[in-house]
């Protein structure tokens, strides 16, 4: 089945900086790479999303880019604040009617004030 | 808006106790989810169903067991629990294509 690594673990960046997440995947045909963020004690919820069709996608302060060769995919958040604190997983399909989701470990970001 | 209610929110019980975590959804949706929590390991698929008569094992099914008794409801339980199963839980639907919404989560803690 499907496997997606995470990295880092843990993020810290001052107010403003930004940040980058990444995230490699084994299934070549896997064709869906979701972001959720899960903030302290609540659910993670979906942020942003990219289909394989597309190399890059953005939504205001935070982007997704895929490299499908080199099968990794990145989160980027720009100019920082302190409510992008939370956990950020990634996620990819794997191939196969079934289609349901394999989550990375996750990465803890902390944006300093 | 899709909404998805789990209960309890939290429990504590004894090594070997059964126990039954819930959830349902308001808005029908074919396919429902259950979704382990562990720091450091992130989400991990316990089982998933498509329709009542369709449940699926996930990647980590041992020890755990599911019914779908509804549509609406789909409830995982734990036949023995044991303390490696203390964890957060989540039950999830499919909405719009492959997003997932999630429900509140549950916090088990096995002693």
């Known amino acids: 089945g499907e496997n997606v690594e995470q990295h880092p673990s843990t993020l810290s960046v001052q107010e403003g900086d930004s940040a980058v997440i990444k995230c490699t995947y084994s299934d070549s045909a896997s064709n869906y790479f979701p972001w959720y963020k899960q903030e302290l004690g609540k659910r993670p919820q979906l942020i942003i999303d990219?289909?394989?069709?597309?190399g890059e996608k953005k939504d205001q302060r935070i982007a997704v880019t895929l490299n499908k060769t080199a099968k990794h995919f990145s989160l980027h958040i720009t100019e920082t604040q302190p409510e992008d604190s939370a956990v950020y997983f990634c996620?990819?399909?794997?191939?196969?009617?079934?289609?349901?989701?394999?989550f990375g470990s996750g990465t803890q970001l902390t944006v300093l004030p | 808006d899709a909404d998805v209610t789990q209960t309890p929110r939290n429990r504590i019980t004894k090594t070997g106790k059964r126990i039954m975590l819930e959830c349902s959804q308001t808005k029908g949706h074919d396919r429902m989810y259950w979704y382990r929590q562990d720091p450091g390991l992130g989400l991990r698929l316990i089982y998933y169903?498509?329709?009542?008569?369709?449940?699926n094992k996930g990647e980590i099914s041992d020890g755990y067991s599911v019914s779908r008794q509804a549509q609406a409801k789909f409830s995982l339980s734990l036949e023995s629990a044991i303390p490696n199963q203390t964890a957060l839980y989540f039950c999830a639907i499919r909405v719009l294509g492959e997003k997932l919404f999630f429900g509140s989560g549950t916090q088990l803690s096995v002693l």
């Open positions: 169903s498509f329709d009542v008569k369709d449940i």
């Open positions: 990219i289909r394989s069709n597309v």
């Open positions: 996620a990819a399909t794997p191939s196969g009617s079934a289609r349901q989701l394999t």
